[in-house]
């Protein structure tokens, strides 16, 4: 099923999936599904992308760090659309420039982790929850085993998601329409949804596909899944990035230097942005070819506080300011957009500014905390103020 220049490459960050029968039959199910996305879709998110590039558009990327099954339902994806084109139209008028919405939605099932295992409560050695297309995350060793009958599940859930991403479209420009996204991740869900288009291959599980920090290894799987797809992609830029890898990457990804074709999703921290962005947006620069540049102000900034996984939200402030302030300062390309970890819903996740610790007391999260409705609005609008 997988391809063979996938399958000759070291793959990171895939779980143990301990019946490789009932892997092998559910890649073949997969195989004989439709395609959960249109390559004229494709292409249309890709025109958009196309403006961000060039400086005549702004995205914004948001959503659930770990999307649940449970949230595939018309009334959950309704309201978590809403909110994501809502943030979005804030940051249109803010900024009076046509913004670009994509949801981490209808796929945001699978995550990597730093370690394989956890510790509950009790004492007890879990492996870590990987995602609804993976394993359940209550703290139960059967239901951490990896079953690959979610995969399936995963799909069913991102069709319905999609549809409902349709139906709210109707009617509206590119500008103004919700796309999909996630990260490519499990190569035995994205692999047989990969589908040969008029333009060559494209992902079919979703409209844009990012690469992590944790699997952008040069040489390995993910990287080749990104490159030979058609699809806008997105790579995860860590402080640890060397300008030369950057460089690399743009040219592997964007051999033709399409405008939007690939977006570097910076996540250096507050601390490290000011250092580890200038050299590789200048070493980019250099390559030529035009590049997207966001910023993911969430995955550099993690604490834990009162033994719970928050961000502060003065770090996620102070890394977009730096962000904006850098690409400014270089003249080389305009600053984006946003990369969020979000929700509708009013949960105590991330710190309020000039809070140093609290009671998480409505923290829903099943992996990363999110902003809350009113700290989005923030984030967006200390982010649209320094353009
Ligand atoms: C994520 O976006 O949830 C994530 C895991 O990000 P990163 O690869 O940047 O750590
Ligand atoms: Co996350």
Redesign the pocket.
């Known amino acids: 099923m997988i391809s063979r220049s996938l399958a000759q490459r070291v793959v990171l960050q895939q779980p143990d999936w301990p019946d490789a029968e009932a892997l092998a039959q559910v890649e073949r199910e997969l195989a004989d599904l439709p395609a959960l996305t249109t390559e004229d879709e494709i292409v249309d998110l890709a025109r958009g992308m196309a403006l961000v590039a060039q400086g005549s558009a702004l995205v914004l990327q948001g959503g659930d760090?770990?999307e649940r099954f449970e949230d595939a339902v018309p009334e959950r994806v309704r309201q978590r659309a809403d909110h994501l084109q809502g943030l979005a139209a804030g940051m249109r008028a803010g900024a009076r420039l046509p913004t670009v919405a994509i949801g981490?939605m209808a796929g945001q099932y699978a995550?990597?982790r730093s370690s394989p295992f956890e510790e509950s409560a009790k004492g007890e050695r879990l492996l870590t929850y990987r995602g609804d297309a993976v394993n359940d995350p209550a703290p139960d060793r059967w239901r951490r085993v990896a079953d690959p009958r979610r995969l399936i599940t995963a799909y069913e859930c991102a069709a319905l998601t999609l549809g409902e991403l349709r139906r709210s479209w109707s009617g509206r420009p590119l500008t103004e329409r919700v796309f999909a996204s996630h990260?490519l991740l499990l190569m035995p869900y994205e692999s047989p949804l990969v589908r040969a288009g008029v333009r060559g291959d494209y992902a079919g599980s979703t409209h844009f596909g990012?690469i992590?920090?944790?699997?952008r290894n040069l040489g390995g799987a993910h990287l080749e899944l990104a490159r030979t797809v058609n699809n806008p992609i997105g790579v995860?830029i860590?402080p640890s990035m060397a300008p030369s890898e950057a460089a690399e990457l743009s040219r592997l990804l964007n051999p033709e230097g399409i405008a939007g074709r690939l977006t570097f999703?910076v996540?250096a921290g507050a601390h490290e942005v000011d250092r580890v962005l200038p050299p590789v947006v200048e070493e980019v620069a250099r390559s030529g070819a035009p590049v997207v540049w966001m910023c993911?102000p969430?995955?550099?900034n993690g604490q834990i506080r009162s033994g719970v996984k928050t961000r502060a939200v003065a770090a996620v402030l102070q890394e977009v300011t730096s962000f904006v302030r850098v690409l400014r300062s270089l003249r080389q390309w305009p600053a984006g957009g946003l990369?969020l970890?979000l929700t509708p819903d009013p949960v105590t996740e991330c710190l309020p500014a000039h809070v140093d610790d609290m009671d998480f007391t409505d923290y829903r999260s099943s992996?990363?905390p999110r902003l809350n409705p009113e700290q989005s609005a923030e984030v967006i609008s200390r982010f649209v103020a320094l353009l």
Do not use: F, L, Q, Y
């Open positions: 760090c770990a981490r995550k990597p990260e990012w992590g920090e944790r699997t995860k860590g999703i996540r993911d969430m995955h550099g990369h970890e992996c990363d």
